[in-house]
């Protein structure tokens, strides 16, 4: 039975499809300059892979809690995790803290076009993990925009095994992580669309991102060593503290609401997670005006089959039913 207090915001989503989409595009921009805004922080302190993600979740997760208890229809966060407290542990271990730590390691070893690019695998992922767990069938048009990302990705592989003959494979190594990274994303933003039906998208946001920031503390602790702490924030440069905080408020707090609530109300999951495509395009102008980043020919022709892939679902519909008219005029 869905809960009497289940997040307003998700209502309205419901109620207008074309919300939804926007808060979607929205998180997308967030996603866009995460790359961007972790490669700063490492360029600007000795913090950098998976010590990130820690930073991340772990402010950008109190961040959320803060805001969902301001919120009065979104303030009590004890019922769901006593209702489904598994469940939820679950989607923060995989979800949340093993998926992130993933993409903050692979931009150890790839560049941020590269990472920004393979991620965008996720709506391949989502479109098949949402035909299996909610039998919901791919359309012609998904296919089309999912046959263009795979040709993206193969561009990057190709790129990477390149520099790998020539005695560098690090490239590689970041490619398998970003797409584990959107492998196991891709499973909680489909397997989490009930529970943000029943208890609102922005606590169930709030709990999975908070257990997430702190299994993540932990994990990397006892594996990597690093013990992040947060004390030591205001001794860092000006640069890396701005940007841990943007990285954390901006690209977490803000954005992750808006990304999942929006996918978890949008009418087709697959369509709206389809935005998600047009990442590597932001990444990528972020990487070269700021990083001075060069861009690869792959990597300008995986971007472009991409943005080419995007374009075609987003006509597809209005395209066909022209074509279907203009036949049946003749």
Same mark, same amino acid.
Not at 107 to 116: E, G, M, S
Not at 131 to 150: D, Y
């Given at each position: 039975?869905?809960?009497?207090?289940?997040?307003?915001?998700?209502?309205?989503?419901?109620?207008?499809?074309?919300?939804?989409?926007?808060?979607?595009?929205?998180?997308?921009?967030?996603?866009?300059?995460?790359?961007?805004?972790?490669?700063? @922080?490492?360029?600007?302190?000795?913090?950098?892979?998976?010590?990130?993600?820690?930073?991340?979740?772990?402010?950008?997760?109190?961040?959320?809690?803060?805001?969902?208890?301001?919120?009065?229809?979104?303030?009590?966060?004890?019922?769901?995790?006593?209702?489904?407290?598994?469940?939820?542990?679950?989607?923060?271990?995989?979800?949340?803290? @093993?998926?992130?730590?993933?993409?903050?390691?692979?931009?150890?070893?790839?560049?941020?076009?590269?990472?920004?690019?393979?991620?965008?695998?996720?709506?391949?992922? =989502? &479109?098949?993990?949402?035909?299996?767990?909610?039998?919901?069938?791919?359309?012609?048009?998904?296919?089309?925009?999912?046959?263009?990302?795979?040709a993206g990705v193969a561009f990057l592989v190709t790129d990477g095994a390149i520099l790998?003959?020539?005695?560098?494979?690090?490239?590689?190594?970041?490619?398998?992580?970003?797409?584990?990274?959107?492998?196991?994303?891709?499973? #909680?933003?489909?397997?989490?669309?009930?529970?943000?039906?029943?208890?609102?998208?922005?606590?169930?946001?709030?709990?999975?991102?908070?257990?997430?920031?702190?299994?993540?503390?932990?994990?990397?602790?006892?594996?990597?060593?690093?013990? =992040?702490?947060?004390?030591?924030?205001?001794?860092?440069?000006?640069?890396?503290?701005?940007?841990?905080?943007?990285?954390?408020?901006?690209?977490?707090?803000?954005?992750?609401?808006?990304?999942? &609530?929006?996918?978890?109300?949008?009418?087709?999951?697959?369509?709206?997670? #389809?935005?998600?495509?047009?990442?590597?395009?932001?990444?990528?102008?972020?990487? =070269? @005006?700021?990083?001075?980043?060069?861009?690869?020919?792959?990597?300008?022709?995986?971007?472009?089959?991409?943005?080419?892939?995007?374009?075609?679902?987003?006509?597809?519909?209005?395209?066909?039913?022209?074509?279907?008219?203009?036949?049946?005029?003749?």
């Amino acid at each position: 039975m869905a809960d009497p207090k289940a997040d307003t915001q998700t209502g309205l989503w419901h109620r207008y499809g074309w919300v939804a989409y926007l808060a979607v595009f929205i998180g997308v921009c967030g996603h866009a300059s995460s790359e961007f805004v972790a490669k700063l @922080i490492s360029n600007a302190s000795t913090i950098n892979g998976p010590e990130i993600s820690v930073w991340r979740f772990v402010l950008g997760g109190v961040g959320l809690v803060i805001v969902s208890l301001l919120i009065p229809s979104s303030r009590d966060l004890v019922t769901p995790v006593r209702r489904d407290g598994l469940a939820l542990l679950l989607f923060s271990v995989f979800g949340v803290a @093993i998926s992130y730590l993933f993409f903050h390691w692979s931009l150890d070893y790839a560049t941020v076009p590269q990472v920004a690019t393979v991620v965008t695998t996720a709506p391949i992922f =989502v &479109g098949l993990i949402n035909m299996v767990a909610n039998k919901v069938p791919i359309g012609t048009a998904k296919i089309v925009s999912g046959l263009g990302a795979i040709a993206g990705v193969a561009f990057l592989v190709t790129d990477g095994a390149i520099l790998a003959l020539a005695g560098n494979a690090a490239n590689l190594i970041g490619i398998v992580l970003a797409i584990l990274c959107a492998l196991f994303m891709s499973v #909680y933003l489909v397997l989490i669309k009930p529970y943000i039906a029943t208890y609102g998208a922005l606590r169930i946001t709030a709990i999975t991102l908070f257990f997430g920031g702190a299994i993540l503390w932990v994990g990397v602790g006892l594996f990597f060593g690093r013990w =992040v702490d947060f004390t030591t924030l205001p001794t860092l440069s000006f640069t890396a503290a701005s940007a841990i905080l943007v990285l954390a408020l901006y690209n977490t707090t803000l954005t992750q609401w808006l990304w999942i &609530g929006g996918l978890a109300a949008a009418p087709d999951i697959t369509r709206a997670m #389809y935005l998600f495509f047009l990442k590597p395009v932001m990444a990528a102008f972020l990487a =070269v @005006i700021f990083l001075g980043t060069t861009l690869s020919i792959w990597q300008i022709l995986a971007i472009a089959v991409i943005c080419l892939a995007v374009a075609a679902e987003a006509s597809w519909d209005r395209l066909f039913a022209r074509r279907v008219g203009q036949a049946g005029s003749t």
